[in-house]
């Protein structure tokens, strides 16, 4: 399959985008996340987010998740190309979908309250992600793609720091 062509198409189209995810192979994620649906919708105050993991079901034992993706996964700006858009729907959504369905236990950190923006939780949560695509990318990556990651990962680490979360930024701090 051409994807890269497809998703171009997609691009242009927003009529071909969920056959178009419906046709990415996922690979390991698969079993985390079964469902990834295309929302034409965003709210105003959410206009920035690319794409939103949430579990199927609270009250079940089934942990496994639902990807949202939005409008703004399909720009170039923010995917360059497809195993870019890829990037982030398998390698970081594809991570929170795992931690919903297996849990992860957090660290103890000190003065959380002085994060600005996120909650510790969150925080820990988006540097696992992002730390997953950095260790998964490949030659196909944009390079832009990649400084941004690498930009996210810090700032967020920045965040964590400034909450005296070291051990964490110490652990994850280079990819």
């Known amino acids: 399959m051409d994807y890269e062509n497809n998703y171009l198409l997609a ?13 990415i192979e996922l690979g390991w994620a698969e079993q985390y996340m079964p469902k990834c649906i295309y929302k034409n919708r965003l709210s105003k105050s959410k206009k920035n987010i690319l794409m ?10 089934e942990n496994k998740s639902k990807v949202l993706i939005y409008p703004v996964a399909f720009d170039l700006k923010f995917h360059p190309n497809f195993q870019d858009f890829y990037s982030t729907l398998v390698y970081h959504e594809g991570q929170h979908a795992k931690e919903n369905f297996i849990g992860l236990p957090m660290p103890t ?24 695509q950095l260790l998964h990318l490949t030659k196909e990556n944009s390079e ?14 920045r965040q964590l720091s400034k909450g005296g ?9 280079d990819p």
């Open 11 to 23: 691009i242009k189209n927003m009529n071909l985008r969920q056959s178009f995810i419906d046709s």
């Open 52 to 61: 939103s993991t949430k579990r199927l079901s609270i009250l079940s034992s």
């Open 109 to 132: 950190c000190v003065s959380v309250e002085s994060i600005e923006y996120w909650s510790a939780f969150d925080l820990l949560q988006e540097v696992r992600a992002v730390r997953n």
């Open 144 to 157: 832009a793609f990649q400084v941004r990651l690498e930009e996210r990962l810090n700032n967020h680490l």
């Open 165 to 173: 979360c070291n051990e964490f930024v110490e652990l994850y701090g």
